[in-house]
């Protein structure tokens, strides 16, 4: 009997791409393909690909430079958003046979007729306004966390974003859907999701018109049971509603942490990106969450060097952050994207100084990450541990994004222990000691 075909999987960017690489490998094991790892010289790799982070077509193409270093002769089948924006240019990288695009990636199966080789590149991507269904997804890449995909696309326009080009319109899971899903992954003995999308705080569109919101999603999922803890990955502050802020502080499973984009504390810039609020609303966003749980973990998306970005519009941004009570800061340098309005505006911002300023941000989410991390020490809460050892120590997260550090005990992995938080260790975790232990 012949043995099966294998194939790996790379995925690059986002939580979202790696629950649709998941839900892909679960398809290709369905239909009798035997999953591997990326070394192992697979018959088939499928990458999925990014256009959010730098120098998409330099990772794609050196990605297949390794697949083809393991296995000399594999099938190379690119997927994803930059697959969606730049086909033919993916298509021309040597080695590769297949490119699908948005409202194609999850046909790859039907679309590539067993992966066998042709003389050339098969190339299926469709204008991203064929991208009008929603396939569900989420990931098993281990077992303390799952990334479920709830939502798809979106239908802002800021001026320095490609997803719209990439995803095309916003659409959702149908809340059954989504608690059904949450169900299975429950079965499989997760403790945590994470719910992820696009544009989760958008959820509720559906087939082009809107039945539900967000909070109709998270009221029901918060009645699954076997999930422990479910925890809302980045959401628009215009979308996190006083609602759902009041939910997550009296619910036992959300837990308490948001991370919330402001991208600039600048309202001038704000209006240059087309976000839909201005520094005065996000303020008070962070204050409502902090009046009804005081530890709340707040991360933030933060783009620096936007073009026309003064040194007193950075200056507003940066003493904006460092008065605002949030735990720590995602820092992006801002670059061109191709067909954005963004790439089009005068005044650029010299790389130089886009990336000085990207320095002064990372030194203040250290400076925020550490006292909120102090502000916590001595209080006790959860901690989810995960597979993750390194140096006799293990690692985990408490409900509000604590990272936590204990010696390492088989039995604890994928477990929710009750501790006291220790002192913060060289490594910047907050330590636990068996004595700190409340409850097994």
Known sequence: MEA?????????????????????????????????NFQQGADIYVINTCSVTDNADKKCRK??????????????????CYAQLKPREIAEIPGVDAVLGAAEKFRLLDLLDG????????VFASEVTEARRFNSAYSLHDRTRTFLKVQDGCNYHCTFCTIPLARGKSRSDTIESAVNQAQEIAQTGVKEIVLTGVN????????????????????????????????ISSIEPNLLSNEVIAFVAQSQRFVPHFHIPLQSGSNKILRQMRRRYLRELYADR?????????????????????????EEDFLETYHFLNEL???????????????????????????????????????????????????????????????????????????????????YDPLLINELQLVQLGEIDERGAVAITPASVLVS
Do not use: W
């Open 63 to 80: 990605v297949v430079r390794e697949a083809l270093k393991y296995s000399p002769d594999a099938y190379v089948c690119i997927v994803g």
């Open 200 to 231: 989760i705080g958008d959820y509720g569109i559906v087939d082009g018109k809107r039945q539900n919101r967000f909070l109709d999603l998270v009221q029901e999922l918060d009645q699954v049971a076997g999930i422990e803890r479910f925890r």
């Open 286 to 310: 962070v204050q409502k969450i902090k009046n009804l749980m005081p530890h709340c973990g707040i991360g933030v998306d933060v783009i620096v060097g936007f073009p026309g970005e003064k």
């Open 4 to 36: 099966a075909r294998s194939v790996a999987f790379y995925t690059l960017g986002c939580k979202l791409n790696y629950s649709e690489t998941s839900t892909l490998g679960r398809l290709v094991e369905e239909r009798g393909y035997r999953k591997i």
């Open 325 to 407: 009570p949030v735990s720590y800061l995602h820092v992006f340098t801002y670059s061109e994207r191709a067909n954005t309005p963004a790439a089009a505006m005068n005044e650029a911002v010299p790389m130089k100084v886009r990336q000085q300023r990207s320095k002064m941000l990372r030194t203040l989410s250290e400076k925020k990450r550490r006292k909120f991390y102090e502000e916590n020490l001595g209080r006790t809460a959860t901690v989810l541990y995960e597979e993750d050892v390194a140096e006799g120590q293990m690692q985990g997260f408490t409900e509000n994004y604590v990272r936590v550090s204990a010696p």
């Open 115 to 122: 992966f066998q080789k042709k003389s050339v590149p098969q």
